[in-house]
């Protein structure tokens, strides 16, 4: 493909994470490990739950691209024991 192309796709992935706060996960992830005594949970207590929600959601992440086969294609690995099995609800 053209490298127009190229960078015309990069550009719009760079916009859309930075609209949907990408760069500010990492501090979202320290303030969900963080206490919640501690002030910024305090001072914003909509954003140090909205942490928490987001690094529980991280946590059960049991699906993920990793690696290749001999043909070069990739692997997707699947981690049952990460998911919240309900043991007592029809799926």
Known sequence: RPLEYSMEKLTHVMEWR???GAPDMINLVKLANGP?????ATEDPERFTKAKAMVTSLNYGSM????????????LWLRTNRKPWYPDVDA
């Open 18 to 20: 930075a609209e949907e």
């Open 36 to 40: 919640a005594s501690a002030p910024e």
């Open 64 to 75: 993920y691209w990793h690696g290749m086969t001999k043909d070069g294609r990739p692997i």
